[in-house]
Nanobody
Framework: QVDVVESGGDSVQSGGSLTLSCAAS????????MGWFRQAPGKEREGVAA???????KYADSVKGRFTISKDNAKNTLYLQMNSLKPEDTAMYYC?????????????????WGQGTQVTVSS
């Protein structure tokens, strides 16, 4: 059983920062692809940032330069540091993991998902 649990969502003003955390358990952490995804009401779930099993990071164009994904293997925890937040970043943010992923930002690649944490950015 693979479990992922997100935390850190909050309401912030435009230009603010947040750090999301994802605690993972039940698998060989370092060998999995892990990613952050988000879904706004009425929109499809989209990939935000991901770390491939070899440590390569991927970012959506919309967050490059503002968001940073990282992981602490000792703590089995994935992070998403979000700076310069914009109202369009408002969404439910999900953490996901999978042992294999050809396209790390593709939601269809992942079998293990958390319940999500809400991020709301006001103007």
């Amino acid at each position: 059983q693979v479990d992922v649990v997100e935390s850190g969502g909050d309401s912030v003003q435009s230009g603010g920062s947040l750090t999301l955390s994802c605690a993972a358990s039940g698998y060989t952490y370092g060998r999995y692809c892990m990613g952050w995804f988000r879904q706004a009401p009425g929109k499809e779930r989209e990939g935000v940032a991901a770390i491939e099993s070899d440590g390569t990071t991927k970012y959506a164009d919309s967050v490059k330069g503002r968001f940073t994904i990282s992981k602490d293997n000792a703590k089995n925890t994935l992070y998403l540091q979000m700076n310069s937040l914009k109202p369009e970043d408002t969404a439910m943010y999900y953490c996901a993991a999978d042992p294999l992923c050809d396209y790390a930002l593709g939601a269809y690649e992942y079998n293990y998902w958390g319940q999500g944490t809400q991020v709301t950015v006001s103007s």
